[in-house]
């Protein structure tokens, strides 16, 4: 269990909600400490990774933090289909049992809520590698550490979330931590069917973080130092044409690069769809890619904290 001076103690990550400002500079001097480590300090150590969920970047990246710290991996990548749940097992059940064979979970899950239900049964640490429509924690630490890393600073910013933000599960943990940050000011860029929900909302507001909703990218992107975008989440609409409605007008080409500010870096979780034009690629400011790769390091950081 990670304890940090004047912090709450860090012994799953299952939300946004936990992190408070010493902790997040806890995390990012691991990070940074960790970034070019290959040792066997985790030695012995065994991360289970249960995903009910498709994933490249979360999985891969979270085990390859566990190898380039020594430890060992085991897991099932589809487990909806290939773990006892398509016997009728429930989560809780396989958790119980995964908890007697590794010494943490990555879980990633489709239903909002579900790393909670797994913690509250575990003997080990449980991370939430993305719980449906939920929470996305630790891409949101790799996000705002990105942008520190990128732009040397968080305080001041103005930061526009853009695309997806009903069902995308990044901003949302995002925009929780960006809240903590002074004089921050966020810009909600999304057709009315998936504008942010009122809960984070009314979380800011409670903040007194000054925020804009909008489905003009055109009007913003002049005035941002963050452009983070995100993919329409397809799997998650049981209506095919609120899907088309969400698609919206939010795309990122370079004629909306041509007004981004020369200081601006663009964001994106990723994977991409068609929401960024692959010409955008080769601007400076583009930094998903280089954000991707920060991944590796906070999870590093993060299972040396749950852990060592
Ligand atoms: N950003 C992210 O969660 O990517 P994956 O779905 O590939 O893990």
């Given at each position: 269990m990670a304890t940090v001076a004047g912090s709450r103690l860090l012994?799953?990550?299952?939300?946004?909600?936990?992190?408070?400002r010493p902790l997040l500079d806890a995390v990012f001097a691991r990070a940074r400490a960790l970034a070019a480590v290959r040792d066997?300090?985790?030695?012995?150590r065994i991360m289970a990774t249960l995903f009910y969920e498709p994933s490249t970047r979360t999985r891969l990246s979270f085990e390859s933090a566990m190898l380039r710290l020594g430890g060992a991996v085991i897991g099932t990548e589809a487990a909806r289909e290939f773990s006892s749940a398509i016997k009728g097992e429930t989560l809780e059940d396989t958790i119980r049992m995964v908890s007697a064979y590794a010494d943490i979970i990555v879980l990633r899950h489709d239903e909002a809520g579900a790393a909670a239900r797994a913690a509250a049964v575990a003997d080990v640490p449980i991370v939430n590698a993305g719980d449906g429509p939920g929470e996305h924690p630790t891409q949101a630490l790799l996000d705002l550490y990105t942008i520190d890393s990128e732009l040397?600073?968080?305080?001041?910013l103005h930061v526009a979330l853009c695309g997806d933000?009903?069902?995308?599960r990044t901003a949302r943990s995002l925009a929780l931590l960006l809240s903590?940050?002074?004089?921050v000011r966020l810009t909600f860029v999304a057709p009315d069917v998936v504008q942010m929900r009122p809960d984070i909302l009314a979380l800011m507001a409670a903040r007194g973080v000054p925020y804009t909703v909008t489905d003009s990218l055109g009007d913003t992107v002049h005035d941002v130092d963050v452009l983070y975008q995100t993919r329409?989440?397809?799997?998650?609409?049981?209506?095919a044409s609120e899907f088309e409605r969400a698609r919206g007008d939010t795309r990122i080409d370079v004629s909306v690069m041509q007004r981004l500010p020369e200081h601006a870096i663009v964001m994106h979780?990723?994977?991409?769809?068609?929401?960024?034009?692959?010409?955008?690629?080769?601007?400076?400011?583009?930094a998903y890619f280089r954000q991707a790769r920060n991944g590796v390091a906070i999870r590093m950081a993060l299972l040396e904290m749950l852990l060592a």
């Open positions: 012994d799953h990550v299952l939300s946004s909600h936990q992190f408070d066997g300090r985790l030695a012995g040397g600073h968080v305080e001041g933000l009903r069902y995308g903590l940050f002074p004089n329409v989440q397809k799997e998650r609409f049981e209506d979780p990723l994977p991409r769809v068609d929401e960024i034009d692959p010409a955008v690629d080769s601007d400076p400011r583009a």
